[in-house]
């Protein structure tokens, strides 16, 4: 009977989507599935290529693993088995907000720790494509730091060290002009996917993953403390206070460069545009 037989169809479909998601999670196939390893296995070479998983699948089984996952613990797992089956080496997960940045990955804790304490993503080039771009682009460091400036090559040169030197980027907008960025990395020279991927699957992935984020406690994943210098903190708060720079350089005894300096600095360390901002976020974090 033709229902019976799309019936069949359905769940065998079924079965082996649930499968492949077991094995995304634990490495081992279900028992319950028809689903052969042999046919998990075209799906990457381990040797970095990506010849036979299309574009497209790496996005359904990123929405999978949102859907199915429950647990920071869990989700970090599987982001990682994910990213190993599909060619690439390592993931990350960015969320860039006004004063607070979050960072979930499996990349070196040392270069974590590094991105984080030196406040990176404020000349991370990847980053500035993001924020560029806004859609799924790819990356490499190789490719890039032929034209970056001194402190981006430096930039790439230390990611290179970890291991990070091309990868797969998916910004999203997380509203009032933050984002957030997922990223799935490789230690190759360059990235092995088309030009074609679906843009619009890849960033409803990104905001599923995101959303998954954005629920567990802040504290069990990485978060940067924002640290002013006293000169910032004093700028600042004349700035909250009403007064110009010029006004500061008159009531401070500073130089104009100076002033300039620190609030150009003090709103990089806050990842915001402009003064007025600076400031709310500035006073949100109780920083002055």
């Given amino acids: 009977m033709p229902g019976l037989s799309l019936h069949r169809r359905n769940s065998r479909f079924f079965g082996e989507r649930v499968a492949q998601i077991i094995f995304l999670l634990t490495g081992q ?3 319950t599935s028809h689903l052969d390893l042999s046919r998990e296995a ?18 359904d089984r990123l929405i999978d693993i949102s859907a199915a996952v429950s647990g920071e613990s869990s989700l970090r797992g599987a982001l990682a088995s994910l990213a190993k089956t599909s060619g690439f080496d390592r993931f990350a997960y960015l969320n860039l907000q006004a004063g607070r940045t979050m960072a979930v990955s ?15 993503m404020s000349i991370d080039p990847v980053v500035a494509m993001a924020r560029r771009h806004m859609r799924l682009f790819e990356w490499s460091a190789e490719q890039e730091r032929k034209r970056a400036s001194k402190e981006v090559e430096r930039f790439y040169a230390e990611a290179s060290e970890f291991g990070i030197r091309s990868g797969l980027s998916i910004p ?12 799935l990395a490789s230690q190759s020279s360059g990235v092995p996917v088309g030009h074609e991927a679906d843009a619009v699957t890849a960033a409803s992935a ?16 990485g978060i940067e403390t924002v640290v002013l210098t006293g000169q910032e903190r004093v700028c600042l708060r004349w700035i909250a206070e009403g007064k110009t720079m010029h006004e500061i350089v008159t009531v401070g005894g500073l130089k104009y460069g100076t002033v300039r300096f620190h609030l ?5 360390k806050l990842n915001v545009v402009s003064l007025p901002q600076a400031t709310a976020v500035a006073t949100k974090l109780t920083l002055i």
Avoid: V
């Fill in 42 to 59: 075209r799906f990457a070479d381990f040797n970095g290529s990506w010849n036979f998983m299309r574009e497209t699948e790496l996005f």
């Fill in 172 to 183: 999203i907008c997380t509203g009032f002009g933050q984002l957030a960025i997922l990223t």
């Fill in 206 to 221: 990104a905001a599923m993953i995101h959303a998954r984020f954005s629920q567990q406690p802040i504290a069990s994943s």
């Fill in 29 to 31: 196939a279900g028992k």
């Fill in 106 to 120: 499996n990349y070196p804790r040392e270069w974590q720790a590094r991105y984080l304490k030196r406040s990176y």
């Fill in 264 to 268: 150009s600095s003090a709103k990089r």
